[in-house]
């Protein structure tokens, strides 16, 4: 039985991610459930695209994912079932795809007609997981849909290069658990216009010279310890999907606070690679 993973805004007060795994369950007694994540802020497309992107290719080819975010259909946000290297995605036509579908070309997209829709208020219920079941249980897309091509994408994930070549202008794209603030501009797009250079990352009114390979990096362990930088310092790595991250060492936002509090940042906010 394939694997059904759910990715929504839904929280966990509720009763919605109960009834979705219930209604799963009924139909097909062995499934296997992941959550991914219910705490994708409301409606944010861009963090939701972010967590889904950097989680699917986890899970074994064949997997099914449930994109539970703005997912009512309008003639512009169509519900689609997209596959992606051997991975079915089924969403609303918002975005959240379209950031996977950049960099690796999808298989197969089909816009959801399945006979006898339930039009409500709760489509993740009365048709992702209908045809999630479908799919799970050996059926093909052919049978629940329409070829598609007109797959949205998320602009807001892609950098500025300025300055003819000199600068990056990246925007904030995820606020994680610690307040680490993720930006658009990923290792593979710094390296190629760095060039060997030296570098500033100008945020807000810090100024940053290095960039970590992890966390403890910070740490100097040379220095005596009463003078090395650590708990409650800033820092800049690439993250393990490889995006630079903005992060204070050993963070916590019910205390100290974290980076993207400390430093005032917020969704869409710019940071700039200014390069020497």
Request: hydrophobic share 40%; with cysteine; net charge negative.
């Amino acid at each position: 039985m394939a694997i059904i993973t759910l990715t929504t805004d839904f929280g966990l007060k509720d009763h919605f991610v109960g009834v979705l795994k219930g209604s799963i369950y009924s139909e097909l007694p062995d499934a296997k459930i992941v959550d991914i994540s219910h705490n994708v802020a409301p409606f944010n497309i861009q963090e939701c695209a972010y967590i889904v992107k950097n989680s699917f290719n986890s899970f074994p080819k064949g997997s099914i994912h449930i994109v539970g975010v703005d997912s009512e259909a309008t003639q512009e946000n169509q519900h689609i079932v997209v596959l992606i290297d051997g991975h079915y995605f089924i969403s609303a036509n918002t975005g959240v795809i379209g950031l996977i579908t950049s960099e690796i070309k999808p298989e197969k997209t089909v816009e959801i007609k399945i006979p006898d829709p339930m039009h409500g208020s709760f489509p993740v219920l009365s048709v992702f997981v209908r045809v999630a079941c479908h799919i799970a249980r050996g059926g093909t897309l052919e049978v629940i849909g329409k070829p598609f091509s007109e797959l949205k994408d998320l602009r807001e994930f892609m950098p500025r290069i300025v300055d003819e070549g000199n600068k990056i202008v990246g925007s904030v794209i995820y606020i994680d658990n610690y307040g680490n603030v993720v930006t658009n501009i990923q290792k593979h797009l710094f390296e190629a216009y760095r060039k060997g250079r030296e570098f500033e990352l100008l945020v807000r009114n810090h100024k940053i010279r290095k960039i970590h390979k992890a966390y403890t990096d910070i740490i100097d362990y040379s220095v005596e310890k009463s003078k090395r930088k650590g708990d409650g310092d800033l820092l800049a790595l690439f993250n393990s999907s490889e995006y630079l991250e903005l992060a204070i060492y050993k963070s916590n936002l019910k205390t100290v606070g974290g980076a993207a509090t400390l430093l005032g940042l917020d969704y869409r906010d710019t940071i700039i690679v200014d390069f020497l």
